[in-house]
């Protein structure tokens, strides 16, 4: 069985009953890593044992339930701290809810907060979006107002420098408040392929890709491998852009754009750089590729019935103590 249907099953079971909220493309789904395939996410745990536990902070605490609860940044000076799955956000700000041509959805989840980089970097390419013939964004997940894992949803998205955007034009007039929190999606997948659908996607879609990746702050974007394959096909002469766009599960109606650290801040990690090339060849062929062989889906289902052990705060770097603890 092919696992990217099988997540693509999942998810479209899940919104059939009405949960879609509930569900993040990237991560409804816990799915064996494939060998030769890199990691989404730095997987690497920044560990600090026997540290003295700052005041008002429950250090053995679940951590998503504890970030999942602040309301508003942490008053200090702006740090990513950790590593994309892992860590916390210092001196968050917030992505305005509207823009000249942006509109942030699902303002109740109170996640459209990110690294001042993140959001300078939203407003300029929702600036350049006009230019490519859309009248603005839809910003969906960015970060939670201290980072750290959600409740729901994202493995990563913790440290400020992830964003979801959609791959859907602003609309004409503005979201209500209700048409924010369920926005209709379209995917850019035909159902039950793993082709793009020609009736829905179009070169504006690949221009603002393509201006998404060739932001220099910009370490990788997450797509749909029907998308990157469609990418791949569109591109002429410079593609090094391409490189920077990385296929992954799901995927389909938005994009993850994920930001280098910042410099000059020790303690933010970023991810090795995608592989040289344009990521067209060999690599996308696996993900294209029709068939999965049977012994894959029994291992998936050990790895499903396995309970993963909760990140506790104690599990994040020692200065997401400090992040929480902070006014
Ligand atoms: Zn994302």
């Not at 090339?277 to 060999?282: A, S, W, Y």
Request: glycine fraction near 8%; hydrophobic fraction near 40%.
């Amino acid at each position: 069985m092919k696992i990217p249907s099988l997540a693509g099953f999942f998810l479209s079971a899940l919104i059939a009953m009405g949960v879609q909220q509930a569900v993040s493309a990237e991560t409804s789904v816990p799915i064996p890593k494939p060998s030769g395939v890199e990691r989404k996410a730095g997987s690497a745990a920044t560990t600090t044992k026997n540290a003295a536990s700052p005041r008002r902070v429950n250090r053995n605490a679940v951590a998503k339930a504890v970030f999942g609860k602040a309301k508003a940044p942490a008053n200090l000076k702006a740090r990513a701290i950790g590593s994309y799955a892992r860590g916390c956000l210092a001196g968050g700000t917030s992505l305005a809810a509207d823009g000249p041509s942006w509109q942030v959805i699902r303002l109740s989840r109170n996640r459209n907060w990110g690294h001042p980089a993140m959001v300078k970097y939203i407003e300029r390419l929702a600036a350049d979006v006009p230019s490519i013939g859309w009248r603005g964004l839809l910003v969906g997940d960015m970060t939670q107002p201290r980072g750290g894992p959600m409740p729901s949803g994202h493995s990563s998205h913790q440290i400020g420098l992830d964003a979801d955007i959609w791959l859907r034009e602003m609309p004409k007039a503005r979201l209500s408040g209700k048409q924010r929190e369920k926005p209709r999606y379209v995917s850019m997948v035909r159902k039950g392929t793993k082709r793009i659908n020609r009736n829905v996607w179009t070169d504006d879609h690949a221009k603002l890709l393509r201006r998404a990746a060739s932001d220099k702050q910009v370490a990788r974007i997450f797509v749909n491998a029907a998308i990157k394959k469609a990418l791949c096909d569109w591109a002429t002469g410079d593609r090094s852009w391409l490189r920077k766009i990385r296929p992954w599960y799901g995927h389909d109606y938005h994009f993850h754009v994920r930001l280098s650290c910042p410099k000059g801040f020790a303690g933010c990690k970023n991810q090795a750089a995608p592989p040289a090339g344009d990521g067209c060849g060999k690599a996308l062929a696996w993900w294209l590729k029709p068939e999965q062989k049977k012994k894959k889906t029994k291992k998936k289902k050990t790895a499903k019935v396995k309970k993963r052990r909760e990140i506790r705060v104690a599990d994040l770097p020692q200065a997401c103590t400090q992040v929480l603890a902070a006014q």
